[in-house]
C-alpha cells in the first residue's frame, strides 16, 4: 500500500474524500512521497501530515445534496482523531475548545 493510498482510506473511514491536489499537497508540506510504500519508519511523519491537513477540512461543507445524490461526512469523528493524534506526538490541538487555567 502507498502512502497516498493509506492516506486516503483514513480519511474515506469518516466519509471523506480527498482529491489528488490534497494529497499532492499534504505530501509536499510534509515532505513526504505518495508513491512510497506505507511502512514503519514513515508512520509517524504521515500522522503527522494528516494532523496538519485535517483543519483545512473545516472549510468544506459537511453535507452536499445535489440531483437526488447525498454525501455527508462525520465532521465530530475527524476532530476527535485530530485530538488524539495531537496527543499522540504532542502537537498543539488547534481545534479544541477545551477551558485553560492559566495562573499569573
Known sequence: ??????????FQTFGIQLSEAELLDMCLNSKISGE???NEDCYGRVSVAI???IPSLLLRATSI???GF???WN????????SWL???YGLKDELSNKPKVTFL
Open 65 to 67: 445534496s445535489e440531483s
Open 36 to 38: 512510497d510504500e506505507m
Open 1 to 10: 500500500m502507498t502512502v497516498n493510498e493509506y492516506i486516503s482510506q483514513k
Open 75 to 82: 465532521i465530530q469523528g475527524i476532530k476527535d482523531y485530530y
Open 51 to 53: 494532523v496538519k491537513f
Open 86 to 88: 495531537c496527543k499522540q
Open 70 to 72: 447525498s454525501m455527508s
